[in-house]
């Protein structure tokens, strides 16, 4: 059983900067591929970024390349998004999930765990 909670969300302006967290309690986290994932109001969940269980790979959404920055930090049991440059439409709930399996990393599919999210909402 992993638990997984999310921290650091909010309101922001457009161009603002915010980071994420999501703590892991995990008797072993680094069993566990991370990935982030975000629901806009009307929208179904979709994938933003996901990162192997050791860090050294990483994916992105093309909607975030460049702008968003998964890490993790397998000392602490926690994963990060940074989020730069944001967008009004980066609005939405954002969740963090473990994947034991760790294939198809965009897929919610392949996601055993997931957090309760947290909401950002960026003003124009």
């Known amino acids: 059983q992993v638990q997984l909670v999310e921290s650091g969300g909010g309101l922001v302006q457009a161009g603002d900067s915010l980071r994420l967290s999501c703590a892991a309690s995990a008797r072993t986290f680094t069993d566990y591929a991370m990935g982030w994932f975000r629901q806009a109001p009307g929208k179904e969940r979709a994938f933003v970024a996901a990162i192997s269980e050791s860090g050294r790979t990483t994916y992105y959404a093309d909607s975030v390349k460049g702008r968003f920055t998964i890490s993790r930090d397998n000392a602490k049991d926690t994963v990060y998004l940074q989020m730069s440059r944001l967008k009004p439409e980066d609005t939405a709930v954002y969740y963090c999930?473990?994947?034991?399996?760790?294939?198809?990393?965009?897929?919610?599919?392949?996601?055993?765990?997931w957090g309760q999210g947290t909401q950002v909402t960026v003003s124009p």
């Open positions: 999930a473990a994947s034991s399996i760790r294939v198809r990393l965009t897929t919610e599919a392949s996601y055993n765990y």
